[in-house]
């Protein structure tokens, strides 16, 4: 990385050894990556020590919260086992309610951490170090939530198993022509294959957490992290499998990713109702869920940077950016509602055209016109710099995208349906208390999750952070006046490696 | 236990919980490590390995690594899954128990598509993960290497090189002579025993009373035939404390 400029974007000294440099040359990565002029030993200080302090009481007062959000879970979905799921608020045109809604909108939030961990990566946005555990914890925890819908809403959920290949007594197989056979594959794989990527990620950290609780003398707290860890030693000949296993992770992440969200939109668009019968579905519900799912991130990495005082790992300037993907994706999203609305008139087409002026005018006109502000008018506040730098902003407009996301998946579901094409049927759908509970029970299981996340590992990559410092660098301890130019250290038989920047090189003295 | 396995599995065990014995020499930095390693190549080295929190740039090529042969198992393991995606769906559908639904095609590959590439991604992520181990050897739950107490900064903030007893240029007190010439901070002598630190004056200590001449480098370099005795059994003595 070349950062050759004095003064970074902010007004601050560039960081690494070009600071006198005289080649003016303005690159995009100004800031640096992880402000305070830390050392290696200071982030994994800063980041370990909150899995190896006492639990903290307000760490206790959260779970406890969560853990009652559990609990109304529990009793929501053992009241819907044993009654069936006639206590949603289900009728006959709407058969699919809330629990849809709530499954697409856990999938979609679920969607930022693997696009962080993967398409970022790809994209050698080195930025992404500081926020992409999270991030792909929140992903795996907003899959479990999202997979609890469907799961009880096929009514006998102890026939779950009928969803996948597996030989059973009526000798049959899943219908592999369905959509929904689609997405039980391709939520549960995706849920695998972020677990694997996660997990990867972890090895080296959980192998640092381990040589700490050795020195701190915590055995059985060494002998867990050593049978997670694998065996992990930082050897360079791992390394090198292990980069090129984690180059590929995320190479097969990143189609993946954008799959989940094109198969869950098939569920819609494969059939033949006015309003989710289009082909503008899968790409369209690929940026809304990216648009959730960086919205959710940055709510959740607002609180915790702040709470754990790791402000000089997930600075400003990566929320900014996490802002600037919301205000694109956002945008993308309002382009695809306007398209829609264009596509349905200019069809011809009579039920598509009553499909789309019922939503905006019909009885759930409400849930549009909150969708319509939500998405597509408050992200535009991000085109301000300050707005985009401002946590109060930042948090609200993460909050307002979730819940307009929220009432998109709910005027896509229940304003497609309770207008069928038979009049004799259409009914108003409302649901339950039931409904709710589940859905606020499914929030307990998420924070209940996170919290545990945050308590018991890394919440930040330490050993990638150090990666992206500039002394992790060789270059940067080169003999003689400090400039990194590459040359010198090494013997004329080697040759020089890949990626020298020549500007730097010839500018070097 | 270890007695029940076959002598192959035995053997490679063995081979596999030795190659950590050897010299270990911590550095200061990713820098002094890196050099120290182009350098002790250029010297005749080759069971060298360097331990770091991150992984280092340029250090693949310092240490003359090939290029991981990983994409190509992953590539395979991709297409068994596209086969086996294709195969499943075919065989369930059109062989095993045919429905005709709507009068579609009992198998096309247009409706297969999704779940073919699925299972693509779900078996090449599998291959990566399960490959990246195997090569790695990992999970390896005993390394002698864990003995040194310094070493477990290795994945904190200190940077190690570690030169294995079976390279044929290796040589106890030459290769700690070595080692201190190029900046290392401390070298220890890690085996199945313990870790043993060397002297940090830079110059090589006597290990044992070497019969003969003393006071010479050559003398030293007869210490070398200690190392070179056969290695002893494998037995992980699993003290406590030692992951």
Not at chain 1, 402 to 424: A, K, Q, T, Y
Request: glycine letters at 8%; one cysteine or more.
């Amino acid at each position: 990385m070349a950062t050759v400029t004095s003064k970074n974007a902010y007004g601050r000294p560039a960081h690494g050894d070009g600071a006198a440099d005289d080649v003016s040359m303005k690159t995009l990565e100004d800031a640096p990556l992880v402000a305070g002029n830390l050392s290696f030993h200071d982030i994994t200080e800063m980041v370990s020590v909150h899995t190896e302090k006492k639990t903290p009481a307000a760490w206790f007062l959260a779970f406890s919260l969560a853990l009652t959000g559990l609990g109304i879970l529990g009793i929501a979905v053992a009241f819907l086992v044993f009654n069936g799921p006639g206590v949603w608020g289900l009728n006959n045109p709407v058969f699919w309610g809330w629990a849809i809604v709530n499954f697409v909108w856990w999938v979609g939030i679920g969607h930022a951490g693997t696009l962080i961990s993967a398409v970022l990566f790809l994209f050698r946005q080195k930025w992404r170090t500081s926020i992409n555990r999270a991030a792909e914890a929140m992903t795996l925890f907003a899959v479990v939530c999202a997979l609890l819908f469907p799961t009880f809403h096929v009514g006998r959920v102890w026939v779950i198993y009928y969803t996948l290949p597996i030989p059973n007594q009526m000798a049959m197989w899943p219908n592999f022509k369905s959509p929904l056979l689609w997405d039980v594959f391709a939520v549960s794989i995706y849920g695998t294959v972020s677990l694997l990527f996660w997990y990867v990620g972890l090895i080296p950290d959980l192998g640092t957490l381990r040589d700490r609780a050795v020195r701190q003398g915590r055995m059985l707290r060494a002998k867990i992290l050593g049978f997670l860890s694998l065996g992990w030693t930082g050897s360079n000949r791992h390394w090198r499998h292990y980069e090129r296993a984690y180059l590929i992770l995320a190479g097969l992440a990143t189609p993946l990713v954008l799959s989940v969200h094109s198969v869950v939109s098939f569920d819609f668009a494969v059939s033949l109702v006015p309003g989710w019968h289009t082909t503008i579905f899968p790409p369209y519900f690929v940026a809304g869920a990216i648009f959730s799912g960086f919205a959710m991130v940055v709510t959740l990495l607002v609180i915790s940077r702040k709470v754990y005082g790791l402000e000089n790992l997930i600075t400003i300037d990566h929320l900014e950016k996490m802002n600037i993907v919301i205000l694109v994706t956002g945008s993308i999203v309002g382009f695809a509602y306007i398209t829609e609305f264009f596509i349905a008139w200019y069809s011809g087409v009579e039920y598509e055209r009553f499909a789309f002026l019922n939503r905006a005018t019909g009885p759930y006109f409400w849930a549009y016109w909150t969708m319509m502000t939500c998405n597509l008018i408050f992200p535009q506040l991000f085109w301000v710099k300050k707005f985009r730098r401002s946590i109060p902003i930042m948090f609200a407009i993460s909050i307002t995208t979730n819940i307009g996301m929220w009432f998109e998946r709910f005027v896509i579901v229940v304003s497609s349906l309770h207008r069928d094409f038979l009049p004799s049927s259409w009914d108003y759908y409302s649901p339950t208390l039931w409904d709710v509970l589940t859905y606020v029970g499914s929030f307990g299981l998420f924070a209940t999750l996170f919290l545990l996340f945050l308590r018991f590992v890394p919440m930040v990559a330490i050993a990638e952070i150090k990666g992206v410092l500039p002394q992790a660098d060789p270059h940067f301890y080169s003999h003689g006046d400090g400039h990194g130019d590459g040359h010198g250290v090494e013997g004329p038989s080697i040759a020089e490696p890949a990626g020298v920047n020549p500007m730097q090189a010839s500018s070097a003295g | 236990m270890a007695l029940l396995l076959p002598k192959p599995i035995r053997t490679a065990l063995e081979t596999r919980a030795n190659e950590h014995v050897g010299l270990l020499a911590e550095f200061s930095d990713p820098g002094a490590l890196h050099d120290a390693v182009v350098d002790l190549r250029k010297r005749g080295y080759t069971r060298l390995d360097t331990f770091s929190p991150f992984p280092i740039h340029g250090m693949d090529r310092a240490m003359g690594l090939p290029y991981s042969k990983l994409a190509f198992l992953v590539f395979v393991g991709g297409v068994v899954g596209l086969l086996a995606g294709a195969a499943l769906q075919w065989w369930t559908s059109a062989v095993d128990y045919p429905i005709n639904i709507s009068n579609k095609p009992l198998f096309a590959i247009e409706a297969s598509v999704p779940i073919m590439f699925e299972l693509t991604i779900l078996f090449a992520s599998l291959t990566a993960v399960g490959v990246m181990l195997a090569f790695n050897g990992l999970p390896k739950p005993y390394n002698p290497l864990f003995y040194s107490d310094r070493f477990g900064r290795a994945t904190d903030d200190a940077f190690f090189l570690h030169v294995g007893e079976a390279d044929p240029t290796f040589g106890r007190a030459t290769t700690a002579s070595d080692l201190f010439g190029l900046g290392a901070l401390a070298v220890e002598y890690v085996d199945h025993a313990g870790a043993t630190d060397l002297s940090a004056t830079g110059e090589p200590i006597v290990l044992e009373p070497v019969a003969g001449p003393t006071g010479t480098t050559t003398a030293f370099v007869e210490v070398t035939d200690l190392s070179a005795a056969p290695v002893a059994p494998v037995t992980p003595p699993h003290t406590g404390g030692q992951i």
